[in-house]
T-cell receptor, first 114, second 107 residues
Framework: EPEVTQTPSHQVTQMGQEVILRCVPISNHLYFYWYRQILGQKVEFLVSFYNNEISEKSEIFDDQFSVERPDGSNFTLKIRSTKLEDSAMYFC????????????FGAGSRLTVL | KNEVEQSPQNLTAQEGEFITINCSYSVGISALHWLQQHPGGGIVSLFMLSSGKKKHGRLIATINIQEKHSSLHITASHPRDSAVYICAVYNNNDMRFGAGTRLTVKP
């Protein structure tokens, strides 16, 4: 099975800037997820995505966040007008809809908002 | 009250010891995951359970749906098992995570 690749591995941005985090590969036969882990805290679910649609989202996933498939291969998480508290590790994960249904996580993208 | 409770929060063991990490949850689930997070932050899925028991190498995971409880066991623990172990419950594509159990295995 292909690995889940996330880019960038680390991004530093100024407060108020927009950030786009990317996850590949993507397929129509997969569920994709975004999770967030603030330093020292537990992992939190943000959103799940299947067949070009959001299937579930948490209370954290407000209007500041959006997910897209801009080119059919990448799965992106966009964070608009970043705040200091958005600093976290963001993980993408995928799950096959058949077989073992095991989650495969990317290595994460560390976002630092200054 | 957290929907997913893990115990203990921290666990230190000597190499070779048998280790048990517990997870209790209060919501309905379709599956439960045990995850391993290494010091560098990477997360690896160890097991997905919806009933019974699974074994992979030295790792064993069990779940009791009626009691809403799962355990992760590590036999013959080794320093390379040192990591944070996270229980996560899954329902309708929404996943809730426990706070994790930090395991340190000393040689």
């Amino acid at each position: 099975e292909p690995e889940v690749t996330q880019t960038p591995s680390h991004q530093v941005t100024q407060m108020g800037q927009e950030v786009i985090l990317r996850c590949v590969p993507i397929s129509n036969h997969l569920y994709f997820y975004w999770y967030r882990q603030i330093l020292g805290q537990k992992v939190e679910f943000l959103v799940s995505f299947y067949n070009n649609e959001i299937s579930e989202k948490s209370e954290i996933f407000d209007d500041q966040f959006s997910v897209e498939r801009p080119d059919g291969s990448n799965f992106t998480l966009k964070i608009r007008s970043t705040k200091l508290e958005d600093s976290a590790m963001y993980f993408c994960a995928r799950r096959l809809t058949t077989g073992a249904n095991v989650l495969t996580f990317g290595a994460g993208s560390r976002l630092t908002v200054l | 009250k957290n929907e997913v409770e893990q115990s203990p929060q921290n666990l230190t063991a000597q190499e070779g010891e048998f280790i048990t990490i517990n997870c209790s949850y209060s919501v309905g689930i379709s599956a439960l995951h045990w995850l391993q997070q290494h010091p560098g932050g990477g997360i690896v899925s160890l097991f997905m359970l919806s009933s019974g028991k699974k074994k992979h190498g030295r790792l064993i995971a069990t779940i009791n749906i009626q009691e809403k409880h799962s355990s992760l066991h590590i036999t013959a623990s080794h320093p390379r098992d040192s990591a944070v172990y996270i229980c996560a419950v899954y329902n309708n594509n929404d996943m809730r995570f426990g706070a994790g159990t930090r395991l340190t295995v000393k040689p």
